[in-house]
């Protein structure tokens, strides 16, 4: 079964079923999975992408059920555990309306002393209160619990819920319904085909209602084709459901065992495999309170046209280890939808425009518009690039700011710049030196740092593949830097380990003070042990030229170099213009000098750059410079929205883990170095696995270390990572 085939049969209107469903799960390049699900959006909302104000509200974490995932609930007594008075709810909703807010979402736990008639008397308060609020309140889960309690059916339960002011039912406790997993994580919840019958009864009495899968725990690919396909069957039965949902697992506090968050692709691709394959569905959410601000901001070019509310108050993600804050602004979520090149529309529970003016923006994207491309997308200047010629800035900038995100994969791919070999990254330590650090200690510090790495090394025991000497915060005291000592103090501390000097302003100042000629003074600390000099992120303020002849001594002293491209910010918008500088200065040196170790790509520290601006820019930049230059995104120079790291979970799952996974199929080379105590380079491993090719393990002066074998034995205990891509 081909890629081909399979977008033969979308576009032209047939269905696809759960074989070729499961196929773009394990197989689909991400990036072609991703145009197909953002053309087919395109095709029935336009540009629009959906927003609400809303306010979540979880009356009670009390619940008699003990699910194995749930972080949330607690049991009568223990600590932590809460139940609202109707009267707080009212004001916690005031506060939400006051604020515009159109919708409060009501979810929690099983309240083992709450009858029904609690149910129904909140719902009629809030109503009474809010008549104009849209009341989206209770899972097919507490449907069950309050039908059993007051011994009623769910239909009369419905019913006088309906008739106490609720509007519709939220998607949540559809979990997995395939009984192999729902029985080993949630084994007392209602059952999966109870969970439908629910649904379809809303249906029936007129009550419409969201549905949910929470995915990246212990199901595979097939439970998740199979979840979707009972919604799907349902949907063409009632067509009753307003949009799904796929919830990222969270992963603190729960009893499987599972302590890492889903991988930033994998999320892509379950929201692209929802768009393509939920034909019947015309809203998919990109949920961002789970999946984190920056893969939600992804996933709108990759099939989805909603990014939920302002939430204000989540508690249940939230104790799971939700690290994307538990509140969003009207101009954050506007921004984040601006940003991906959509127009943001407010929107009611049910899908519609809150202000009738924004109809226009769900017309139908049609093919003509989409063949002759998204804007005034420049397609000869793509395909120029494509080809390898050389580009002027301003044609560079133009293709930047008119062309869209898989216009520019399109063209990566037919270049054949993105192959099959794994993303690699370089496992190190970095230690950030200035002018009170004295060699003895360095060594000291080094040895130290090595010897926490034991445990988790993945390139040997107490050894990393390169140590990073980081000037980044002590550039302007570069010239009180003893450099040559601090060089041999870490060539004592780790003989085997690569040597990084990071700044190369510090070098400058360094060498100037010397008295030395910079090439003379180069070549002692290649002799002294040093392999690399990169530029970081602090070092904006140079000049080019500067740079460029201190790079050159450098290399005449057979340094490699590590040049650095950042993507800045103007005006609320990435400053393209300054790249297509940066980007021609840096294909010029690259014809005329050589020990490049590879170009990094990276943003200046405060500016708001989107993942779909970054992502952009990696794949401009791989067409625009010429191979085999390796194209690095080191992680920690790129952009990062959520503003947490991983709640209890280990305290290395950054955000930008999220991002990793996704970097190879827009030109990344790979990450660069990972430095312990920032990234765990294991885990980042695990994160470029999951991009579908087996990593590079790589250590700077040496020949590459493959340690494909060593990893090999993982992969099988690596889920919902696809297979490496065997053509079509
Ligand atoms: S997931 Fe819901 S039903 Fe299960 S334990 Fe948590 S609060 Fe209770």
Known sequence: MMMRDITLKIEQGTRINETEALWLYEHAELSELGGLANRINLRKNGTAVFYNINRHINPTNICSLSCKFCAYSKKIGEEGGYAYEIDEMITKAGEAVAQGATEIHMVGGLHPRWNFQRYVDMIKAMHDAFPDVHLKAFTAVELDWMARKARKTITEVMVELRDAGLGSFPGGGAEIFHPEIRDQICDTKVSGEQWIDTHRTAHKLGIRSNCTMLYGHIESYTHRVDHMRRLRELQDETGGFNVFIPLAFQPFQNEMG????????????????????????????????????????????????????????????????????????????????????????????????????????????????????????????????????????????????????????????????????????????????????????????????????????????????????????????????????????????????????????????????????????????????????????????????????????????????????????LANAPDWSSWADDVTEMRGRLTTTGLIFAVALGVTQNSLIMPSEFMKAIGLTRLALPLPTQIWTPAHTMPVLSPQRGLGADSDQHPVMKLISALKTFGSSGIGFVAAGEFSAERAWEDLRASGTLPQVTCPRQNKLDLAEKFAARLSDLRHVPAPLAGG
Not at 407 to 421: D, F, M, Q
Not at 474 to 485: D, E, F, K, R, Y
Not at 516 to 542: I, Q
Request: proline share 4%; aromatic share 4%.
């Open 258 to 569: 599972i302590n890492r968050y889903t991988f930033g692709a994998d999320d892509l691709r379950t929201i692209a495999v929802a768009r393509l394959y939920l034909d019947n569905f015309k809203h998919i959410k990109s949920y961002w309170v789970m999946l984190g601000q920056d893969i939600a901001q992804l996933a709108l070019q990759f099939g989805a046209n909603d990014l939920d509310g302002t939430v204000l108050e989540e508690k249940i993600s939230r104790a799971a280890g939700g690290r994307a804050g538990m509140i969003m602004t009207r101009g954050n979520l506007e921004n984040l939808i601006l940003r991906s090149g959509r127009t943001p529309v407010e929107r009611t529970t049910l899908y519609n425009p809150v202000r009738a003016g924004d109809l226009v923006h769900l017309t139908p994207v049609n093919d003509e518009y989409l063949a002759a491309g998204m804007t005034d997308v420049p397609k000869d200047m793509l395909r120029s690039l494509k080809d390898g010629e050389t580009m002027s800035p301003s044609n560079l900038w133009k293709v930047a700011v008119t062309a869209p995100l898989h216009a520019i994969s399109e063209s990566l791919r037919a270049s054949g710049k993105t192959n099959n070999t794994g993303p690699s990254l370089t496992e190190s330590v970095a230690i950030s030196i200035d002018k009170t650090t004295r060699a003895e200690a360095l060594t000291h510090d080094i040895r130290h740092l090595l010897s926490g790495l034991e445990s988790r090394s993945i390139t040997a025991p107490a050894h990393a593949a390169a140590i990073i000497l980081d000037t980044s915060d002590s550039a302007h005291a570069g010239s009180q830097l003893h450099l040559p000592a601090m060089i041999a103090a870490t060539k004592l501390a780790s003989p085997g380990s690569s040597i990084i000097l990071r700044g190369v302003t510090a070098a400058i100042m360094a060498a100037e003070s010397s008295g030395e000629k910079p090439t003379a003074y180069f070549a002692n600390l290649r002799m002294l042990g040093l392999d690399v000099l990169e530029e970081s992120v602090s070092d904006n303020a140079l000049a080019t030229d500067a740079k460029w002849l201190i790079f050159t001594c450098a290399q005449a002293a057979e340094i490699a170099i590590i040049p650095l491209i950042t993507l800045k910010t």
